[in-house]
């Protein structure tokens, strides 16, 4: 599976962003896609994720009601648009596939997750 997120840039403080991500490959062998976050120093992050068995997503406590992850019915594009962005959304933003929306913080993944590029920066300062 070839995974492309794009979308990231520089933002202000309390703007949006809305990124994409392409799914290519052998995507009928995943059941999920998710959104995680790296920023230097700082441990990883799972942001977002969503299963087609799942009628809700999780999201990561410091984003919700600010970010809204969506998938297109073939399952292979996810977006995430984010709102009222704060300087400490400043991270490398990757999409991945993944088993189940299991965060494992210790390991800093999703369960079963694959992923490959190399995200997009999203940068919010002023």
């Known amino acids: 599976v070839q995974l492309q997120a794009s979308g990231g840039g520089l933002v202000q403080p309390g703007g949006s962003l809305r990124l994409s991500c392409e799914v290519s490959?052998?995507?009928?062998?995943?059941?999920?896609l998710a959104w995680f976050r790296q920023a230097p120093g700082k441990e990883r992050e799972g942001v977002s994720c969503?299963?087609?068995?799942?009628?809700?997503?999780y999201y990561l406590d410091s984003v919700k009601g600010r970010f809204t992850m969506s998938r297109n019915d073939d399952g292979n594009k996810v977006d995430l648009q984010m709102s009222s962005l704060k300087p400490e959304d400043t991270a490398v933003y990757y999409c991945?596939?993944?088993?189940?929306?299991?965060?494992?913080?210790?390991?800093?993944?999703?369960?079963?997750?694959?992923?490959g590029g190399k995200g997009t920066q999203v940068t919010v300062s002023s």
């Open positions: 991945a596939t993944v088993h189940s929306c299991n965060w494992n913080k210790a390991l800093g993944r999703f369960r079963g997750m694959e992923y």
């Open positions: 969503a299963t087609s068995s799942d009628a809700s997503a």
């Open positions: 490959g052998r995507t009928l062998y995943y059941p999920g």
